[in-house]
């Protein structure tokens, strides 16, 4: 059995004042990528929640934001002959997630959440899902608050990174 819900999704988006290489690299300094290998030997080792908390709140940026993942999608889809600078990113906490996975287990679908850098003929641009459009949809409203909290956060976080501050 499947069933369908339609969400009303909100995507934000910033212009960056600088070109896209100085966007992506203070991005990357306000959302560090999280190196994969504290997970994998967290949950190998069957860390307790207070080690994952120790290990997982010095990797968090400036934001309190990491990066669990980068995609650079410009450098293949560049090979098709056209340069394209484009890069995706899954945004989010972990130690956040788990609040709102805990609450509503739909809620892995959302956090982390969508973030994307990419240039255009218009100039370079920051983009996100709003937490809280994506949350909402959970209809528990202590996973609700949590995504108007992000907002904020991920609002000053690009505004910076765009240098609009």
């Keep these: 059995m499947s069933t369908r819900k339609r969400i009303d999704l909100s995507v934000v988006t910033f212009d960056s004042r600088s070109n896209f290489e ?3 690299t203070r991005f990357d300094e306000q959302v560090p990528l999280l190196d994969s290998s504290v997970t994998v030997h967290l949950v190998i080792s069957q860390a307790a929640w ?89 209809d528990d409203p202590g996973v609700a608050a949590i995504g108007e909290r992000l907002d904020a956060k991920m609002e000053d976080t690009v505004a910076e990174v765009c240098e609009l501050v």
């Design 22 to 24: 100085s966007t992506r």
């Design 50 to 138: 207070s080690e994952v908390e120790a290990a997982i709140t010095p990797t968090l940026g400036p934001s309190g934001f990491l990066a669990l993942s980068r995609i650079d999608q410009g450098s293949l889809m560049s090979l098709r002959g056209t340069a394209l600078q484009a890069t995706q990113y899954l945004v989010g906490n972990p130690l956040i997630a788990t609040e709102v996975i805990s609450n509503a287990r739909a809620g892995s679908l959302f956090a982390p959440f969508q973030a994307s850098i990419y240039a255009d003929q218009d100039g370079v641009h920051v983009s996100y899902m709003l937490p809280s459009s994506l949350f909402a949809s959970l």
